[in-house]
């Protein structure tokens, strides 16, 4: 089959849970398809890295520097909130409609709701669309909302921009005719199926490489790993109480048990964790 596929940011190096995601299933679909990707990126360096080591598994690969279009960001923030319009480009959006016209794909797989600004009306009504739900987006930036301490001004963009993205959601779920929506948690699944009364879903949960473990019959370890981008507010927080609520009684039954909190760009609340 041939499927295009659409992604936020460059997926390589897969150095965060949504990469990793994204790009485990681009390395999946490409042993039996024919996979086109696109996407926005962050500099041309990275385009120019990103799309040489991505070719490897895609028959073609385009991505956009949204950091040069950034006054039509601004100016199309009464559509749609800034989490959406910094990553529509009008010329990712004319080439993806060019190559769609061209190829006619069997499947458009386009991950994050944030995304489907870039693929024009008669793709969004084709029927082919998939979308990738990695997290219900407009709960995530309310939780954002509440969990921002000392930041009242951010506080309240976040939380007035969780409203935007919520009617944004219902506009885009309701009025065109997406085929499939895809959840990595069960949790966000049974919340959409409440929420927007769609039962065209399907559980696709986060897989990883099977790597065979040295022989450790010999020595018994209690480690515990956390592993994700440690200046995303979620994870902060959620490490955060783990060590505060959830180690103390874990230590209670395995004294021995050590702790590891593995990923990039640590916040100081994740770096003052080590003094524990």
């Not at 991505?63 to 960001?73: G, I, V």
């Not at 990738?132 to 309240?156: A, C, D, P, Q, W």
């Not at 009364?197 to 022989?215: C, Q, V, W």
Request: glycine residues 4%; charged residues 25%; positive net charge.
């Amino acid at each position: 089959m041939k499927i295009l596929v659409l992604v936020p940011e460059m997926i390589f190096p897969a150095n965060t849970g949504g990469r990793i995601v994204s790009c485990k299933r681009i390395q999946h679909l490409s042993t039996n398809n024919d996979v086109y990707l696109f996407g926005i990126c962050d500099s041309d360096d990275e385009k120019i890295i990103g799309e040489t080591h991505l070719r490897k598994y895609c028959k073609y690969v385009h991505f956009e520097n949204r950091n040069k279009s950034k006054l039509h960001s601004f100016l199309d923030l009464w559509k749609a909130p800034y989490a959406c319009v910094s990553r529509w480009n009008v010329h990712l959006k004319k080439s993806i409609i060019e190559f769609y016209n061209r190829i006619n794909p069997d499947y458009v797989m386009v991950e994050f709701p944030q995304m489907l600004g870039c693929i024009g009306e008669q793709i969004l009504n084709s029927g082919k669309v998939i979308l990738g739900l990695h997290n219900i987006e407009y709960k995530t930036m309310r939780n954002l909302s509440n969990s921002i301490h000392g930041n009242f001004f951010k506080k309240v963009v976040f939380y007035f921009e969780s409203f935007r993205f919520e009617k944004y959601e219902e506009l885009m779920y309701n009025k065109y005719k997406i085929k499939l929506f895809t959840f990595v948690s069960s949790e966000d699944k049974a919340f959409f199926e409440e929420k927007y009364h769609l039962r065209n879903t399907y559980l696709l949960p986060i897989g990883t490489d099977i790597i065979k473990e040295p022989d450790l019959e010999s020595e018994c370890l209690h480690n515990i790993s956390f592993f994700g981008k440690m200046n995303y507010l979620p994870n902060i927080e959620a490490i955060v109480w783990f060590v505060e609520k959830v180690l103390p009684v874990v230590k209670q039954k395995v004294p021995d048990v050590k702790l590891y909190v593995v990923g990039k760009d640590p916040d100081a609340k994740v770096k003052n964790l080590g003094a524990k």
